[in-house]
């Protein structure tokens, strides 16, 4: 994946080649050339107990892992007890921002993946500390900024990022992620003392202690929400770190976790948002992030979000822009036809690229692209748009967020329709009542949510937290009971997968019952589900992309917002967007039924995977793994082909996890192999030469 003069700085041999080398020979100091630009993928190692040197042998392969995430060039930073290593897709200052990047007195060094928006102001304000700035890259303003304000740096970014700087003088490791978690970065703490990171799990699985047990609770979270909420990864000994917060390694003490943002602490915007002031803060943030020296496009897949950012995009970005769009010959599921009239109406060079069922090498990737099981059907669809985009540009806008801050998800007018229901019910009436009549009511699960009687009678049986909570999930607890065998359930200990989503929705703040379902989903939704599709699909084919509405200014002045101005019976959800919007793109566009970026997964069930469905309980891993009711699924599968039952969310998430647990079994069984042909040292030998592990529970 990444060819050897990748690794070489300066003529150099390559420094994996060497014992141990120093560390400037092997980190380019500011303004030595090389490749340049920061939106890539970040790897290292850091002995927390003293300083014995790593082999270089372990971070080429972890970097050789993720490569995909920086195909422009790589670099590495040595010294005992730390190893950081960089692989970068090249966006801002192509000639002059090589990493890993060192201050010139060789004390601090930082690789980065990300964007900072406001690394121009940063930098002004650093010039006047007297900072002297080598590069135009945003990256070195990261570590200008440590060096003046420490971790009060945190709270000045604005932009996407997890970068690891290392502060010789301190003997300290900083991991950051940005505010809403666009940019991802998992950790794990060996027995020995090594803390490990990397941009994605992948890296940290080709080390020679790499634990693949699995963390029960996580495979129950998955199963209730289709994704592994933050900061679990579906495996025991990873975590990832949360959005908004660092983590501190110091040399000899343990490692500590804070939180440097939360949207709960910021203020309402001074004086009334009008529409035309929440499109001027968003155009700003439109604007923000058109600096690049690489081409640059949006993602319009037709609707409401990304719409208005290719609006704003074009009306500022001062030439036609590429914009790209899926098509699905099913027509509940296509929107090209309103991408194309605002395509039209900028102007831009637009291309569709038609998907059907028949396309199934993007859904074989999936476990390979995420690492753990995701089972967003959209990922396929996101993918898609992302490797067509890829093929013109290197960077690419999207509508991401929306949703979000404005309240944009059909399940926050249920929502509160529901509080206005429990306002006029005693608790004990409901749950006398309407629980028992749930549990009597036949299934509907075709018909309209505001008709499915049952789903309703049982979501107004419970609290407000657990009803959302009920509402976020892809399958509802007895779905799960009849789907996961009795023994994975005992194995759970009376873990609650709902106390994820609840935990977020009783936030101790002075929240309205919309607010509070919006923060549930900005915590665990937003990082967990949506920016890591868009993340792992983007930067699965090399591309960077950016979300103007997760502009933390602009959530801000969204989520405080009052209800009525997010939520309207006449406009629906985000009422304040869509009339902003309203000079800039078609009426029908804006004030349609969401549709939603999806796949038609219940009709390919059907149709061209009728048979792959029907066979998926013969599963060898499905069957091994202890944790699903293969007979239960061998049923759903035949009600579901032949129309008894709508089981496609269930059998989609089976069809997942079986998939994942394939993957897991043989890239583990990769990893123990690769591990023997590099002869590892005698103090290595037994952990790399033992079986691959097997996807153990705990």
Known sequence: MCEEQNFRHRGSSSPFDRPRTTRRSQTPVLGSGGLGGSMCGIAGLFDIKGSRPYDPAL??????????????????????????????????????????METRDGALTVVFNGEIYNFHELRAELEDKGARFETRSDTEVLLHGWRAWREVLFSKLQGQF????????????????????????????????????ASEIKALLT??????????????????????????????SIRKLPAGHYLLARRGRPPEIRRYWSLLETAPASGTVTPELLVETLAAAVKRRLVSDVPLGALLSGGVDSSAVVALMALQAGRPIDTFSIAFGDRDFDETSYARAVAERYATHHDVRRVSADDFEMMRRLPEIHDEPFGDVSAIPTFAVCAQARRS???????????????????????????????????????????????????????????????????????????????????????RAALLTTDFRKALGGYDAGDVVRTAFNADAPLDPLQRAQYADIMTYLPGDILTKVDRASMANSLEVRSPMLDPQFVAMAFWLPPALKLSRASGGKAILKRAMEPYLPRDLLHRPKQGFSAPIARWFRGPLRQAILSLADSPHLRDCGMIDTGRVRKMAIEHVEGFQDHSKALWLTWVFDAFLAHNAASGAQAANDQREEDPSPSDREIATRPAASSTLV
């Not at 392969?61 to 950081?84: C, F, Q, S, T, W």
């Not at 998992?186 to 090594?194: A, C, E, K, L």
Request: aromatic content about 8%.
């Open 162 to 197: 997890a970068f690891a700087l290392w502060d010789q003088n301190e003997q300290t490791l900083v991991l950051g992620r940005d505010h809403f978690g666009k940019k991802p970065l998992h950790y794990q703490v060996s027995p020995d003392g090594t803390l490990a990171f």
């Open 393 to 479: 540009v290197t960077v690419a806008m999207s509508g991401d967020g929306g949703d979000e801050a404005l309240a944009g998800y059909r399940r926050h007018a249920f929502h509160c329709v529901g509080e206005r229901v429990r306002a006029h019910v005693a608790p004990s009436v409901r749950a006398r009542l309407l629980g028992p009549l749930a549990d009597i009511y036949p299934r509907g699960a075709w018909l309209p949510r505001p008709l499915r009687a049952k789903t309703t009678l049982r979501e107004l049986s419970l609290d407000s937290a657990s009803a959302y909570a009920r509402m976020s999930s892809a399958l509802p607890e007895e779905a």
């Open 207 to 236: 080390l020679p202690q790499a634990d693949r047990a699995l963390d029960a609770q996580a495979v129950e979270d998955f199963f209730t929400y289709g994704y592994v909420p933050d900061p679990k990864t579906i495996y025991r």
């Open 59 to 100: 971070l080429r392969r972890m970097i050789a892992a993720i490569a995909h995430r920086g195909p422009d060039g790589a670099g590495v930073h040595l010294e005992p007890g730390v190893a950081l290593g960089h692989r970068r897709l090249a966006i801002i200052d192509i000639v002059g921002g090589a990493q890993p």
